[in-house]
């Protein structure tokens, strides 16, 4: 189990605050107005033993899968689907140790993830939900995010002209990519980070990633055309 603080850093890290709040509320750990509210109200002992720690892991991770994502949708034919959820469960006993595994679900630190190949997908983890078996895979990734610059940095004549100034700044991130295997039916779903200010072709770049490490680990293309891109 993940050390409290260390979980409550990673979700700090990934999840929008909206988000975060109602995790906590529904695992018994203290509400805030902030982050730092969260943390303050976390020292105190009668928070520690109250909070469920093994539940917000678990509810974390589920988030990770699914907030924030750019889903694609894919049909199977379904004399392949015994055969691939079969494959699935192999997978889940057979990951091998990668820095993404050995961390999950808490991320990399941008220094080690420069040390990574980019946008090599890597399994981490095989999730059994309620309904289907989720695929849980990391990629490093050097994104460009536009940011707004602040006119402090910028020389007076420079800033003048413009309301605003955007400049593009690279930054390395460990993306938490997800294929989804209902046990019903024969859509499978796969879902990859929607990053903030970050072109949307990267995602639609990220989703053909996917797509092939998926389909390299069955040994043949099982996702094939997809049904939508959203």
Known sequence: MIEPT?????????LPFRVAQRLLAQNNFPKGRSWDEVFEKFEDLDAQRRADVKGLERAYVEA???CDKLCVIY???????????????????????????????IALQARELSKIPQNDATLVSVLTLPDATALIYSTSRLVEIREEVDPRYLNQNIWNPYASIVGLKRKYIQAFDAVILPYLGNRFYVLTDLVRDVPYVSA???QIT???AFNSSCGKVILGSA????
């Open 210 to 212: 996917m797509r092939e």
């Open 6 to 14: 260390t979980l409550l850093w990673g979700m700090r890290s990934r």
């Open 227 to 230: 049904l939508n891109l959203f």
């Open 75 to 105: 049909e199977v034919d379904e004399a392949e689907l015994r055969g691939i959820h079969q494959h699935a469960d192999s997978l889940a006993v057979e990951i091998f140790s990668n820095p993404f595994a050995e961390r999950f679900p």
């Open 64 to 66: 990770l899968i699914v």
């Open 204 to 206: 639609v770049l990220d």
